[in-house]
Structure formats: structure tokens, C-alpha cells
């Protein structure tokens, strides 16, 4: 069965600062990954997503992510954190090769941004 | 386009009472989701529904949690009874397709029972 691991529950970093939010996935076969945001009280909402076209996603807000197949990872960066970044952010998978194509998501990374 | 509409967005119950979370998914999609989000354990798919068809349930706890979607515009979570630690936030989502499209979320409804 696939799985993501998020390294780090919580990250903190300076506004105008890079922004890198860790994810590994473990799946048969490559996946289609995506990372999600949660901002307070509300539902998720998707940043950007890799269905194995190119390894370098773009997303909303000036976030993209890179598709490592060698290092089975898919890391989240910003280069300039904002103010209004702060928010949880989910790295979930989805097992083209089974099934079953919920999505399978980490346990997520609270993202803080110090003025 | 309203998103996906979640009904109540709170709701405060006592042991042993009947709670029904209502979803009304986004117009057009043929796929919807329920998950359950807690501080222990992150967040969890109870059920999910294709052309309004259960296909994977293996998320739901036990017999005392429910779910129907009559039809391909609303559907329901049921816990009876419920108890303290069914407490969190549930939320449902829908898609076009079956999880490999974008999955959109509602806000969710936080559910306490005393």
C-alpha cells in the first residue's frame, strides 16, 4: 500500500526566507502526488499536483515541487516566505496501480512565518 | 460555483445521541469522499463513494458509522451511537473521476460529543 511521510510537524522560518516542506512517498509503482494546504478553520485546498508528466510542478502562490524518483520524495518549496503562508500543508498520494485511488495523505506540516 | 457545501459546520451532541453530517458535493462530480481529521490521527478516508456506489470502506471505524449518497448530489454520515472519541472535524470532498483529479474539500464540520 502507498504511503507519504512528512519530516517535520512543524517548520518555521522568516518571511522572505525559502520555504522547504519535506515529503517521501512509498508506492509500487509511481504515483500521483499532490500537496494540499489548510488554512485555519477551513477545508483543504490543492497547490499543485504530479501526474508523471513533468517532474517539476508548478502550483498557486509561487509554490512548486520537484518529482525525485531516485530519492522517492516530492519536497515543497517557496523561495520568499509570506505572512500568509502560514498554514498546514498535506503531501497525499494516490496509487495509480491498485484499485483503490483515494488519496492517502502525511500527517502534515505547520508552516510558520516570523516577521 | 458554491464548493461543496457541508451541513452543520458545528455540532455538540452527548453520548449515545444519533449524528447525521450532511455533504452536498460539487455539481457535475461523480466521486465523493468522507474524512475524519484529529490531532492523533491526522487525516483519515472513512468511505468513498463512485456514481454513487461505495467502493473502498474500509476507513469506517466500526458498525456504528454510516454512510449513504442516495443520489449524486447529497450525502450522508451517520454515527449511532456516538461517543467522546468520535469527536473531530469530518469533511467531505468531491472529484471528477476517482482520486487521481483534484479532490475539492468543504470546510468541514467539527463535531464534539460530551
Known amino acids: 500500500a502507498q504511503s507519504v511521510t512528512q519530516l517535520g510537524s512543524h517548520v518555521s522560518v522568516s518571511e522572505g526566507a525559502l520555504v522547504l516542506l519535506r515529503c517521501n512517498y512509498s508506492?509500487?509503482?509511481?504515483?500521483?502526488l499532490f500537496w494540499y494546504v489548510q488554512y485555519p478553520n477551513q477545508g483543504l485546498q490543492l497547490l499543485l499536483k504530479?501526474?508523471?508528466?513533468?517532474?517539476l510542478v508548478k502550483g498557486i502562490n509561487g509554490f512548486e515541487a520537484e518529482f525525485k524518483k531516485s530519492e522517492t520524495s516530492f519536497h515543497l518549496t517557496k523561495p520568499s516566505a509570506h505572512m500568509s503562508d502560514a498554514a498546514e500543508y498535506f503531501c497525499?498520494?494516490?496509487?495509480?496501480?491498485?484499485?483503490?485511488?483515494?488519496?492517502?495523505f502525511g500527517s502534515g506540516t505547520r508552516l510558520q512565518v516570523q516577521p | 460555483d458554491a464548493g461543496v457545501i457541508q451541513s452543520p459546520r458545528h455540532e455538540v451532541t452527548e453520548m449515545g445521541q444519533e449524528v447525521t453530517l450532511r455533504c452536498k458535493p460539487i455539481?457535475?462530480?461523480?466521486?465523493l469522499f468522507w474524512y475524519r481529521q484529529t490531532m492523533m490521527r491526522g487525516l483519515e478516508l472513512l468511505i468513498y463513494?463512485?456514481?454513487?456506489?461505495?467502493?473502498?470502506d474500509s476507513g469506517m471505524p466500526e458498525d456504528r458509522f454510516s454512510a449513504k449518497m442516495p443520489n449524486a448530489s447529497f450525502s450522508t454520515l451517520k454515527i449511532q451511537p456516538s461517543e467522546p472519541r468520535d469527536s473531530a472535524v469530518y469533511f467531505c470532498?468531491?472529484?471528477?473521476?476517482?482520486?487521481?483529479?483534484?479532490?475539492?474539500f468543504g470546510p468541514g464540520t467539527r463535531l464534539t460529543v460530551l
Open positions: 508506492s509500487s509503482v509511481p504515483p500521483y
Open positions: 463513494f463512485n456514481n454513487n456506489v461505495p467502493i473502498d
Open positions: 504530479y501526474t508523471s508528466a513533468a517532474t
Open positions: 470532498a468531491s472529484s471528477l473521476g476517482q482520486g487521481l483529479n483534484e479532490q475539492f
Open positions: 497525499a498520494v494516490s496509487d495509480v496501480d491498485t484499485g483503490r485511488r483515494a488519496l492517502t
Open positions: 455539481s457535475g462530480h461523480n466521486s
